[in-house]
């Protein structure tokens, strides 16, 4: 395994690989981000991409925008996950954060695992982004569980 930051050879592949999974545009506090605008770190498997994440660095903080792995179990998210760390720590980034729904329970067990804590809940964000941002949003989520809110995670970097 592989990890290391997409470059502009790259971009077919992370675009494709974004699309697959719904998050070429992410709806997420009241705005649609579109993740090709922003750094990506892609994990290889015998020079195909197997996961990628994209980030957004602001100040002294870090946010994860998307995060795939196209296999589960395999270490590619823990990969990604370490990776923007340090790339964070690097930039002087003291906490890392990210936007995920209330429907993803594996996504929350994953981040909380990593050190990440509950830090705003916003109900019926993901109602509203439906409405006016990204129709496409089904309103059953996974384990069908109905798709509504937002959680925001986060995690302090160690300095």
Known sequence: MRVRAADVWDRAG??????SHGSLKVARLGELVDAREHPALVVEFDGRIAGVLTYVLDGDRCEVLT??????????GSALM????????DAGCRRVWLVTTNDNVDALRFYQRRGFRLAELHPEAVDESRRTLKPEIPEIGEHGIPLRDELVLERDLEM
């Open 14 to 19: 992370v675009d494709a690989f974004l699309e």
């Open 67 to 76: 995060l795939h792995a196209g296999e589960r179990g395999r270490g590619v």
């Open 82 to 89: 370490d990776e923007v760390a340090r790339v964070a720590a």
